[in-house]
């Protein structure tokens, strides 16, 4: 049971930027201090409110993180594939989350503590250059999605993240959309029915295929990066 236990956390740090180049010494203490949870499809893993003292860690499945507007409409902000994990900012000062974190699918997650991670960034220094690394990397993507919003069309925002999607798949070029097309209109900031619309639009000239609801066929990739 202790072999299985060290083989699942293995397999989530393992995964993470932020803890490559590290020995395996290292990465057993880091095993060590993790713990294992898991999520059923649109479990809610934390509030906005909830106190943030733990790094979240993806296994496997998706995560969604966003925040309610006062009229209670959804702002999608990101969605966490595995690997990724979430912001790391409050694990640096006693503060609540201030977005929601909700399962796509079931999940698996290693959960690390902020007393161990603190711990960790200041034994190994390279942990936390990656860190800043990693946060400069949100920074710069949150500011292109902001960039996207006032300056790009709506089909280049779409265009944009079915490539982003693809690039998450390892099945030739299909793959399912990660989310509804209601969150996909909050994160590209448009409507549902324009993103029905503009997939239709997107198969009619031959760019895609859509396979069902929610399969996707990258038929002509050239294309697709330039609408």
């Not at 095993?31 to 294992?36: I, Q, V, W």
């Not at 003292?53 to 006062?70: H, P, Q, T, W």
């Amino acid at each position: 049971m202790q072999g299985e236990k060290i083989f699942l956390h293995q397999a989530c740090v393992s995964r993470v930027p932020i803890f490559s180049g590290l020995g395996e010494a290292h990465l057993k203490e880091i095993m060590r201090t993790a713990k294992a949870a898991s999520y059923k499809n649109k479990e809610i893993i934390h509030h906005a409110g909830d106190i943030s003292d733990a790094l979240y860690i993806v296994k496997e499945g998706k995560i969604k993180i966003y925040r309610l507007s006062e009229s209670g409409k959804e702002q999608l902000i990101r969605i966490l594939y595995p690997g990724d994990f979430t912001d790391v900012q409050p694990l640096f000062k006693d503060t609540f989350h201030h977005s929601f974190a909700e399962a796509l699918e079931d999940t698996e997650v290693c959960i690390i503590k902020r007393t161990s991670l603190q711990e960790l960034l200041i034994k190994y220094p390279v942990i936390s250059l990656k860190m800043l690394a990693e946060l400069s990397n949100r920074l710069d993507l949150a500011e292109r999605q902001t960039m996207r919003f006032t300056t790009e069309k709506v089909e280049t925002r779409l265009a944009l993240f079915l490539i982003e999607s693809l690039e998450q798949e390892e099945n030739g070029h299909e793959f399912d959309l990660p989310i509804s097309k209601r969150d996909l209109a909050s994160y590209l900031g448009t409507t549902p029915e324009t993103i029905s619309r503009k997939l239709t639009e997107f198969a009619e000239t031959g760019y895609i295929e859509q396979k069902g609801q929610k399969r996707i066929k990258i038929l002509d990739l050239e294309r697709l990066l330039v609408v």
